[in-house]
């Protein structure tokens, strides 16, 4: 069998405008658990040797270079490590279905106020949020990593839309705060 | 105008998709009669009002959503997943 090569969708593309950074990250292996109905405590047992829990709605919880990411109703993302058997959830490979775009400095957060119709300002939206929710009209999973840094999850499909979007939103704060670009 | 989610919180109306009338949830059985057939697929009140009609929240948990409001004052009384109420 030959050995293939994954790919990223930006080929691990950067850039700094005006003191925010977009990079596109390598998170390492997604799967999504759906937790089949009764099946919420062989999950919990399951996970447990990760540390980790199904997360609270609009949540995620890392450990150890895991993350467990609420992405739905009965629903979780887990990344950065293989998943292992579980009994009463419904398991799915997302690897290759999403590419994630870092998005960090003080001005992050004006750059994704023009294009998310839901308040991610720190006080409404502290580290260790995670929002289903829109980047213009994209699906798109937000996570708040710091004070100055969020992570945008979005269908790999989307990756050069999500990218140009922001790009062009990132010129244009920067070019409202004056700064030479 | 902002529902509140019952996941996901408080979110702008461009997240939310509207389908029609609660009466989609209450489909007839089988062997319902062609009156009944008519009622759930075309009859409905046009109320000022309270109603109740369905959401979707699209851009985001992706659940299906009755919502409580008033045509008149636009007040929006309340948000229940349609999957809990199933239950």
């Known amino acids: 069998m030959p050995e293939?090569?994954?790919?990223?969708?930006?080929?691990?593309?950067?850039?700094?405008?005006?003191?925010?950074?977009?990079?596109?990250?390598?998170?390492?292996?997604?799967?999504?658990?759906?937790?089949?109905?009764?099946?919420?405590k062989a999950v919990a047992k399951g996970l447990r040797p990760l540390g980790l829990s199904m997360p609270e709605p609009n949540s995620f919880h890392?450990?150890?270079?895991?993350?467990?990411?609420?992405?739905?109703?009965?629903?979780?993302f887990l990344i950065g490590v293989d998943c292992p058997a579980l009994e009463g959830a419904a398991v799915t490979d997302q690897s290759d279905g999403w590419t994630v775009l870092a998005l960090s400095g003080p001005a992050?957060?004006?750059?994704?106020?023009?294009?998310?119709?839901?308040?991610?300002?720190?006080?409404?939206?502290?580290?260790?949020?995670?929002?289903?929710?829109?980047?213009?009209?994209?699906?798109?999973?937000?996570?708040?990593?710091?004070?100055?840094?969020?992570?945008i999850m979005v269908f790999r499909s989307m990756a050069r839309t999500a990218w140009h979007e922001l790009e062009t939103a990132t010129h244009m704060v920067a070019a409202r705060a004056g700064v030479k670009i | 105008m902002r529902l509140t989610c019952p996941l996901c919180g408080e979110r702008d109306r461009r997240e939310f998709y509207y389908y029609g009338a609660e009466d989609y949830l209450h489909r007839p059985g089988e062997?319902?009669?062609?009156?009944?057939?008519?009622?759930?697929?075309?009859?409905?009140?046009?109320?000022?009002g309270v109603v109740r009609d369905l959401w979707y929240h699209e851009a985001g948990c992706a659940q299906w959503l009755v919502v409580t409001r008033n045509t008149v004052t636009h007040e929006i009384s309340g948000v229940e997943l349609v999957a809990e109420r199933a239950k």
């Open chain 1, 4 to 40: 293939l090569i994954a790919k990223s969708a930006l080929d691990g593309r950067s850039m700094n405008v005006g003191g925010v950074t977009l990079a596109e990250v390598q998170v390492g292996p997604i799967t999504s658990i759906a937790v089949l109905p009764g099946g919420t």
């Open chain 1, 62 to 76: 890392e450990r150890k270079g895991a993350r467990i990411v609420w992405t739905g109703r009965e629903q979780a």
């Open chain 1, 108 to 151: 992050a957060v004006d750059v994704l106020a023009r294009l998310v119709p839901t308040d991610l300002r720190l006080g409404a939206c502290p580290v260790g949020r995670a929002l289903r929710t829109g980047v213009n009209h994209m699906n798109a999973v937000i996570l708040r990593t710091g004070d100055y840094a969020f992570e």
């Open chain 2, 31 to 48: 062997g319902a009669s062609l009156a009944e057939w008519d009622s759930y697929l075309h009859l409905r009140d046009n109320v000022a």
